[in-house]
């Protein structure tokens, strides 16, 4: 069973990066015509598209943050990473990562990101 | 970038009764790549349907969807207590992909 887990560091300054890091477990992010995606929700409020990344590296990134977003992939240790520079407390979310097909159909469970001095 | 318009915001309901959530986009969304998700609090959203109207793994059947171009419907045919959650739809037919602003199903 396929399953996504986020990891990173839960509090990160402002005008710092954030780094997060999706590990795929229970099949390899290689082997399915899929796109893996960062999705973030701030608190309170919907969901919002980040970025996605196919397995070759190919990516494609929400306009609103694409200046600041870096997504990739490390298909050696089955996960793909986010990126997102010079981050506000605007920036403060849980932060998903998803397999992206036919809709996203498995997510990690979530990692709250505080953007905080 | 298309915009999608979920409504009403907040749908009062008994169980037992049927859900009707809409969704509107701005512009046709391309071979309804139209999905539908589940929410409840502290968790991660849930994948029910794809494609407008295709049900995704193990979604109980009282789930379906609805609808092309810019009207979609998702419809709750029995509420069920665990059913009482946000619903999100979403576009993924182009880029950027986005998500509506969500209904609340909750119990009244």
């Known amino acids: 069973q396929l399953q996504l887990q986020e990891s990173g560091p839960g509090l990160v300054k402002p005008s710092e990066t954030l780094s997060l890091t999706c590990t795929v477990s229970?099949?390899?992010?290689?082997?399915?015509?899929?796109?893996w995606g960062w999705i973030r929700q701030p608190p309170g409020k919907g969901l919002e598209w980040i970025g996605s990344i196919y397995y070759s590296g190919s990516t494609y990134y929400n306009p609103s943050l694409k200046s600041r977003v870096t997504i990739s992939v490390d298909t050696s240790k089955n996960q793909f990473s986010l990126k997102l520079s010079s981050v506000t407390a605007a920036d403060t979310a849980v932060y998903y990562c998803a397999r992206s097909g036919d809709g996203m159909d498995v997510w990690g469970q979530g990692t709250t990101v505080t953007v905080s001095s | 970038e298309i915009v999608l318009t979920q409504s009403p915001g907040t749908l009062s309901l008994s169980p037992g009764e049927r859900a009707t959530l809409s969704c509107r986009a701005s512009?046709?969304?391309?071979?309804?790549?139209l999905a539908w998700y589940q929410q409840k609090p502290g968790q991660a959203p849930r994948l029910l349907i794809y494609?407008?109207?295709s049900r995704a793994t193990g979604i109980p059947d009282r789930f379906s969807g609805s609808g092309s171009g810019t009207d979609f419907t998702l419809t709750i045919s029995r509420l069920e207590p665990e059913d009482f959650a946000v619903y999100y739809c979403?576009?993924?037919?182009?880029?950027?992909?986005?998500f509506g602003g969500g209904t609340k199903v909750e119990i009244k």
């Open positions: 979403q576009q993924y037919g182009n880029s950027p992909l986005t």
């Open positions: 229970g099949g390899s992010i290689s082997s399915s015509n899929n796109y």
């Open positions: 494609g407008a109207s």
């Open positions: 512009q046709s969304v391309s071979s309804s790549y």
